[in-house]
């Protein structure tokens, strides 16, 4: 089936460590996005790419890094630059064509804990 | 993307409908409602979107105003596991490509 698939879906980490999460989808969608969601708050988005080898920050993009090198995949880095890493991570995917309005899916989120 | 406006939280019994609503009077012709709902700890789930008309899904309905500044999704028999966080987003496919968020609706279904 397609979808978007997150991993690991729990991490844990010491500070100080860079640390990569996983993001691949095989739904053929142009863009990718990442967010982060601290508990009880909604999503916060970190960067996004609309096509490869191009993304742009988002609102809270300091302390992380991303790659787009593939259509399919989409991974975040954790920089030791990120003061509270510690939080709930997603990523989602959408076509870009604007036509009909286009459903965006999101992964299962991945759970970083550092320590 | 076209700011939009929900309560923070509402309550609804079960087996009762779940009436939520959403302000977006910002929105353009163009641009769609999308209704996302968000169990704890798991991705957002899509329910439903809509551009003009009312839509109607196995999951649930949305209303649209005629002027497009509001709607409201329908949940017509709320069960225990609705209970979750509902966002209504109006993203501007334009070649900023952003996708943003809002606080959502919590929803608790109580029995």
């Known amino acids: 089936d397609g979808g978007i698939t997150q991993s690991p879906k729990y991490l844990f980490r010491k500070e100080g460590q860079n640390v990569t999460l996983s993001c691949e989808q095989n739904?053929?969608?142009?863009?990718m996005y990442w967010y982060r969601q601290d508990p009880g708050q909604g999503l916060r988005l970190i960067y996004y790419?609309?096509?490869?080898?191009?993304?742009q920050k988002g609102d809270i993009a300091e302390g992380y890094s991303v790659s787009r090198e593939k259509k399919e995949s989409f991974p975040l880095t954790v920089t030791s630059a990120q003061k509270n890493p510690t939080a709930f991570y997603l990523c989602?995917?959408?076509?870009?064509?604007?036509?009909?309005?286009?459903?965006?899916?999101f992964g299962e989120g991945s759970w970083l804990t550092v320590v | 993307d076209a700011k939009t406006t929900q309560p923070p939280s509402m309550d609804c019994a079960e087996g009762r409908a779940a009436n939520l609503p959403c302000n977006h009077s910002?929105?353009?012709?163009?641009?769609?409602v999308y209704w996302y709902r968000q169990i704890h700890s798991q991705g957002p789930q899509y329910i439903i979107h809509?551009?003009?008309n009312n839509e109607t899904n196995e999951m649930a309905s949305l209303i649209i105003t005629e002027d497009r500044k509001s709607s409201t999704l329908i949940l017509p028999h709320a069960t225990l596991r609705d209970t979750a966080v509902y966002y209504c987003i109006v993203p501007s496919w334009g070649n900023t490509g952003k996708l943003i968020f809002g606080q959502g609706t919590t929803l608790q279904v109580k029995p």
């Open positions: 989602a995917s959408r076509t870009r064509d604007r036509v009909g309005g286009n459903t965006i899916y």
């Open positions: 910002t929105i353009s012709g163009n641009e769609y």
């Open positions: 739904l053929n969608h142009d863009a």
């Open positions: 809509g551009l003009k």
């Open positions: 790419s609309q096509i490869v080898n191009d993304f």
